[in-house]
Nanobody, 122 residues
């Protein structure tokens, strides 16, 4: 089992940049891919970004492409999500996840963090 803890959320102004982190503990050898999802009030959880083992393959949702960057530091068992040029539409609870294969479907991810709130004000 893998435990995931996100950090870095909070209140930010529109147009600003913030970075989320997610640290893994437990059965970290089982981690192959990392992902970020988000869930806005009244909406379903949606895919944001994912990164493959070694970081050679990155995938982003269209809504965040060119603004968000996912990266991983395997030595620190950590994944990051740098979010640039934030807008109110980015307001959501952000979750990190780990799994065996890259996928944009939430049901294919094995372990989830508790989430961190990001609120963007204009």
């Amino acid at each position: 089992q893998v435990q995931l803890v996100e950090s870095g959320g909070g209140l930010v102004q529109a147009g600003e940049t913030t970075t989320l982190s997610c640290v893994a503990s437990g059965s970290i050898r089982s981690i192959t891919v990392w992902g970020w999802y988000r869930q806005a009030p009244g909406k379903e959880r949606e895919f944001v970004a994912e990164i493959s083992r070694g970081g050679s393959i990155l995938r982003y949702a269209d809504a965040v492409k060119d603004r968000f960057t996912i990266s991983r530091d395997d030595a620190k068992n950590t994944v990051f999500l740098q979010m640039n040029d934030l807008s109110r539409e980015d307001t959501a609870v952000y979750f990190c996840a780990v799994g065996a294969h890259m996928s944009t479907f939430p049901e294919n991810w094995h372990n989830w963090g508790q989430g961190t709130q990001v609120a963007v004000s204009s």
